[in-house]
């Protein structure tokens, strides 16, 4: 009867997080899905405390209060701009957990009900393996991620001769492990596994570039759930099955969009990144190009005179913790009749949703959000294209260079707007490596400075 209690909770439990999956696919009701996620993860950890086999409940009540303390601490201090390194570095400790997981269940499988040491049926063995595989690869994978995010690493692919061929062997490799873990059930063979997974995690994320971050962060989202579904399996938790299901399912599918918004395959960025070889070259040749610049009394003036602005958020905006000033000069500017939007690219920012996350920060009307599809028309019919801290996703070399390592990646259209103000620190070039040539459009006025600090100074104008 209490089995049956708890396959009804954790029933309800994962539709909670059915309907959490589903509220955060929009910005109007991600609170709500936020809400149906804690209400769901509640019901989840109450269930498993009023399971019969749970006998150590201060262990289980120390492990809570040391973990939710760091918890807490962590997202009172962490900044909106470093979310996803944040998000990377939970992935790691999900990777781990599912390792510890499967090498608490390999050491001890009567307390799992998967039989004797020694004599662990094979479906286990393989549950146990894909766990373990999957979760050292999500492990050494984010890892990776977190330092290139946090420039402890540089952002640019890491490269060396033969490094496709030793992934190539290394998987291999790690198969036959896997095999000859689930004949001879030996501690060597499901350590060396879990080892081997962690080299080839290392080994697939290094080459990847901080310009395919977004994908990278979505990717990684995934595995951590196949790696919890595994061991799902292992421990015959119908709720862990459930929940690793939708997160790798989702991760999955959310890789797969990011790499739509970017014209890139899945197997290209797992294979290479872009651009990072070029940054030096393209900084030394756009100083030799000629440009326009301006300062916040020239964008004010262009701004307030206008009947439409299309507002064009990126990473610099992030850095600069830049949201509120700009949401203030929107409001100025729409006091005086102009016409304010936002457009949102699939990948600005380093994870997906970034820029998303950082507008609602700041209280911007949904409405007034428009994903690439829906705003990318309007720019011939716009007088002016506020592009802050952006770059790679406004670069018309996407459209028109076919040797450009983005050539083919969707972008927002800037350049059809009939002025276009870019606010950058300087001229240098983004993740991808490669200058942007709106910089030296005849209709381009470049605003050099922190992007905080020009939309304070431009509020500051507008209100005299």
């Known amino acids: 009867m209490e ?21 955060l696919s929009s910005p ?13 993860m509640i019901i989840a950890i109450i269930t498993t405390l ?8 201060v262990l289980i009540a120390l492990a809570i209060l040391i973990g939710g303390a760091i918890g807490t601490s962590i997202a009172l201090k962490i900044k909106m701009t470093a979310l996803p390194q944040l998000i990377a570095a939970f992935h790691s400790l999900v990777g781990l957990a599912a390792v510890m997981v499967a090498g608490a269940a390999f ?12 004599n662990i049926p094979t479906a286990s063995l393989i549950e146990m393996s894909l766990g373990s595989s999957i979760g050292a690869v999500t492990f050494s994978g984010s890892i990776i991620a977190f330092t290139k995010l946090q420039g402890i690493m540089s952002g640019g692919p890491i490269t060396f001769k033969f490094q496709h061929f030793l992934n190539a062997a290394l998987g291999l490799i790690l198969i036959s492990v ?4 689930c004949l001879h059930q030996t501690q060597n063979f499901f350590w060396g596994l879990s ?23 979505s990717m990684l989202n995934s595995y951590s759930g196949w790696a919890a579904c595994g061991i799902g399996f292992t421990l015959s938790n119908n709720l862990l099955i459930i929940t690793g299901a939708l997160v790798g399912s989702s991760g999955a599918i959310l890789s797969y969009i990011m790499c739509k918004g970017m014209n890139r395959s899945f197997f290209s960025v797992i294979l290479g990144g872009f651009g990072g070889d070029t940054e030096i070259q393209s900084n030394a040749k756009v100083e030799q190009k000629p440009f326009k610049s301006g300062d916040s009394n020239d964008a004010a003036f262009i701004m307030q005179n206008a009947e439409s602005v299309i507002i064009i958020p990126g990473y610099g905006m992030a850095a600069a913790q830049a949201q509120h000033a700009l949401k203030e000069m929107c409001d100025l500017l729409k006091k005086k009749g102009v016409n304010v939007r936002y457009a949102i690219h699939p990948v600005a920012g380093r994870m997906p949703g970034h820029m998303n996350v950082l507008l609602a920060e700041a209280n911007v009307p949904y409405d007034e959000v428009l994903e690439l599809d829906a705003i990318n028309r309007d720019f011939p019919s716009t007088d002016v294209a506020f592009v802050i801290g ?3 996703i406004t670069n018309p070399a996407a459209k028109t260079d076919p040797k450009s390592p983005i050539y083919g990646m969707p972008i927002l259209e800037v350049e059809n707007a009939k002025s276009i103000l870019f606010s950058k620190r300087s001229l ?5 490596g490669v200058e942007n040539e709106l910089f030296f459009r005849d209709n381009t006025m470049m605003l050099f400075g922190d992007a905080k600090e020009m939309c304070e100074s431009i509020i500051n104008v507008i209100k005299k």
Do not use: C, K, W
């Not at 089995?3 to 309800?12: E, H, P, R, T, W």
């Not at 240098?428 to 991808?432: E, F, K, R, S």
């Open 390 to 392: 952006a770059n790679d």
């Open 107 to 118: 050491h001890n499988p009567s307390a799992y009900g998967i039989g004797q040491t020694g």
């Open 178 to 181: 896997v095999i000859l873990f």
């Open 3 to 23: 089995q049956n209690y708890s396959i009804f909770a954790y029933l309800i439990s994962g539709i909670f997080f059915i309907l959490a999956l589903r509220g």
């Open 428 to 432: 240098g070039v983004g993740y991808a």
């Open 50 to 57: 009023l399971l019969p086999v749970i006998e150590n409940y």
């Open 195 to 217: 080892i081997l997974a962690f080299i080839i995690g290392f080994l697939i994320i290094i080459p990847i570039g901080a310009a395919d971050m977004p994908v990278v962060i």
């Open 28 to 40: 109007e009701t991600a609170r709500r899905g936020n809400v149906f996620g804690i209400l769901g």
